[in-house]
């Protein structure tokens, strides 16, 4: 089975239903010989997310630790139907990776058939990376026309371990997302959406769907640091760990 050895989408006790603290997360990913991991906890709509200044504060950890490299980031919260987010314009910038997610907790305009508009805002708003989890059959969209569109403004399409056991009623459209990023040559990344260290790293369930569809190996762009780094450098023009504190450098 391929590795995918930087890991896009983590969770630390900043998010109060996940149970490892960031230093258990950097020491799990060190023990498996992970290349890296972005910690990227819920925007501050999720019921149990923390406050703004979690996210204004990232500076503060470490780049490197235990030879893991560490991006910083955020798993925000669509809004609404228009597409609106939860972290301010200004925190989002500094983000190395911001992952975007429809919550129902946290999405006002559950009660539409259709949310392609909501995705369409999400990816041609210049300040969002990743569309994570989103098969979900209660917030459908318009696959085929939002994957294209991703492709277009150099957005990447998350295909999520935890959807396998948690969001079990979206595999199938998960499914039909990867292959339309096939078909499309839309690249994606693997996560695993660890909310407890031992889950990082891990990505067989998604693995194995990807396997059975004969996924292709080249348009997964986390399967080493390198190649998530290059392409959030070169294609989507943002520049990767640069918001340290002046003494880290
Ligand atoms: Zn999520
Ligand atoms: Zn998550």
Not at 35 to 43: E, I, K, L, M, Y
Not at 96 to 112: C, L, M, Q
Request: charged content about 25%; glycine content about 6%.
């Amino acid at each position: 089975m391929m590795r995918i050895k930087f890991d896009t989408h983590t969770h630390t006790i900043a998010s109060t239903h996940a149970y490892s603290t960031f230093t258990e997360n950097a020491t799990f990913a060190a023990k498996i010989g992970m290349d890296g991991f972005a910690v990227t906890d819920h925007g501050p709509a999720m019921p149990d997310a923390p406050h703004d200044w979690h996210f204004r504060n990232l500076k503060n950890l470490p780049r490197l630790m235990f030879g893991q490299k560490i991006l910083v980031g955020a798993e925000v919260n669509i809004l609404d139907i228009k597409g609106n987010i939860d972290l301010d314009e200004d925190i989002l910038k500094r983000l190395d990776v911001v992952n975007v997610s429809i919550h129902e907790p946290a999405y006002k305009d559950t009660d539409k058939d259709d949310h392609t508009e909501a995705y369409e805002a999400i990816v041609t708003n210049p300040l969002t990376d990743i569309i994570c989890h989103s098969g979900s059959p209660k917030f459908k969209y318009d696959y085929e026309y939002i994957i294209k569109l991703a492709k277009k403004h150099n957005k990447l399409i998350e295909i999520n371990n935890h959807t396998f056991f948690v969001r079990r009623s979206n595999v199938e459209n998960c499914r039909r997302i990867a292959e339309i990023c096939k078909k499309t040559g839309t690249g994606i990344v693997v996560s695993s959406d660890a909310h407890f260290s031992m889950d990082i790293g891990n990505y067989d369930l998604a693995l194995g769907m990807l396997e059975e569809i004969d996924f292709p190996e080249e348009l997964i762009m986390n399967t080493t640091y390198e190649k998530f780094k290059d392409f959030m450098e070169n294609e989507r023009g943002k520049k990767m760990g640069a918001w340290v504190l002046q003494a880290q450098i």
